[in-house]
């Protein structure tokens, strides 16, 4: 396959948005069938979450340069253009090859006919740098233009600054979006050091989780044997922490019994599963039969899995010691790996998803036991999905639940936020914007 690179990245930039894939599930597959060498596969990998990441301010940028709106273009011409035009304005390719090549990928997937078009579209794009262009199209004011300049939609920015509290760090945060791998160590299957000594040259301990590896730039996770035995495994950082609150905290109950409520893929009750002390169990719950069939293989045996409606469970009131209800989100925590999220995701999203959250959190609540403690988690930092879901969900049970300061459980980790909560972020933690809330149940 002529320029394997460049085609893979035109592959599953068109799947995103015709087929609703994530990149990053379709792009390492196709680099396995395709058996692209390191380099290709290191460049189709900048290529297509480079522009996955942009697409929104590129589509702007082709209308000024097209004249017509992006929408009306045919989704291959449209997947072409935001190719090259990421090419064109962020990275080192010279304008002249960025603009031959893409071209030339035109040719290849849509024929002769609008070879002349993307030719005329990407020399328009050529004419001025990035920040030329942002200084053309960019909104007047300071947040919509640092939106625009760091490839966000406006409403993200918003999110984000009532997340952070101001706009002091929104620039940082905004930044920050080169996302590094992060590893696992499952306890009592594997040591951080054994999986460090065999993660080799560069990787890292994670500063925060004791579980943790960084794995060097252009790391395989696949590769290492304790990923393909599922003695570890890639989970972010914080994903790792916010199960380590939990488990940490104090219940004073022999024999526990954990719940993981919204369990799929299973990475945090495979973490879970080997924190349980001595004498207690882990259930594991999941809504849909293919990703519970991925928490069994995660846990390994460690754990008993439950394919069961979380909102609607099989089990008595009060009946664990500790929960987990990682409830479902818009996932801008995990922009920096999901670069498509950013323009998939609209306000509404928000909204939807809000009764949801709220009645997960009410079953994990009615699931302990008095003296037991529920985690609330997300991955994302929108206060309308955290704060204000347990605000909301506690003002209907006063007196039964008390809010615990999750700082001292998690004395390694800085700047997490108010005592009530823990809030991470990418530009803080180089971890996942994850958050967490710990509540304890008073009384029945």
């Known amino acids: 396959m002529k320029d394997i690179a460049r085609r893979t990245a035109y592959d599953v930039v068109l799947a995103v948005e015709r087929d609703g894939a994530y990149a990053n599930l379709l792009l390492p597959r196709l680099q396995r069938e395709r058996r692209i060498d390191r380099r290709d596969a290191a460049f189709a990998a900048e290529l297509t979450y480079g522009t996955l990441r ?16 992006v929408g009306d273009l045919d989704p291959p011409v449209r997947a072409v253009l935001r190719l090259g035009s990421y090419q064109v304005l962020h990275l080192r390719t010279p304008a002249h090859a960025a603009v031959h090549a893409t071209v030339e990928l035109a040719r290849a997937v849509a024929g002769p006919k609008p070879v002349g078009f993307v030719n005329a579209v990407l020399r328009k794009v050529t004419q001025g740098d990035w920040d030329s262009w942002v200084r053309r199209l960019a909104p007047a004011d300071p947040r919509g233009a640092l939106a625009f300049r760091h ?23 905004l930044a920050e979006d080169r996302p590094v791998t992060h590893l696992v160590a499952r306890p009592g299957r594997i040591t951080r050091d054994e999986l460090l000594a065999e993660a080799g040259d560069g990787a890292e301990p994670g500063p925060w ?56 893929p299973g990475g945090k009750a495979a973490l879970l599963a080997g924190l349980v002390p001595a004498g207690g169990e882990l259930l594991a719950a999941e809504l849909h039969p293919h990703r519970a069939r991925l928490v069994a293989d995660a846990l390994g045996g460690a ?23 990682d409830v479902p989100c818009t996932g801008l925590g995990a ?73 001292p459980l998690l004395p390694e980790v800085t700047e997490t936020g108010s005592a009530a909560y823990v809030q991470l972020w990418p530009h803080r933690h180089g971890t996942d914007a994850m958050f967490l809330a710990l509540l304890r149940r008073d009384r029945a």
Do not use: H, M, N
């Not at 994903?239 to 024999?255: C, I, K, T, Y």
């Not at 009060?318 to 209800?325: Q, W």
């Not at 959250?357 to 994302?380: F, K, N």
């Open 54 to 69: 942009w697409q929104g301010v590129l589509d702007a940028v082709i209308e000024a340069a097209a004249r017509r709106p």
């Open 151 to 173: 490839g966000y939609p406006r409403w993200v920015a918003d999110a984000f600054a009532a997340a952070l509290g101001s706009d002091d760090e929104l620039a940082a945060a």
């Open 209 to 264: 989780s004791p579980y943790a590896v960084r794995l060097a730039a252009g790391g395989d996770p696949g590769a290492l044997p304790s990923v393909r035995s599922g003695a570890a495994a890639v989970q972010d950082e914080g994903s790792q922490l916010v199960a380590l609150a939990l488990a940490r905290a104090a219940v004073g109950q022999p024999g526990e019994r954990w719940l993981d409520l919204c369990a799929g």
């Open 303 to 325: 754990g008993r899995v439950v394919i069961t409606d979380g909102t609607r469970p099989a089990w008595p009131k009060g009946a664990f010691d500790r929960v987990l209800v």
């Open 335 to 407: 922009l920096r790996r999901r670069p498509e999220v950013r323009w998939r995701r609209q306000p509404a999203d928000v909204e939807r998803l809000r009764p949801l959250q709220e009645a997960l959190l009410a079953s994990a609540l009615d699931a302990t036991r008095p003296g037991g403690v529920v985690a609330y988690v997300t991955c994302s930092p929108v206060p309308a999905e955290t704060t204000e879901v347990v605000s909301a969900v506690l003002s209907r049970r006063p007196g039964e639940f008390t809010l615990l300061d999750p700082g």
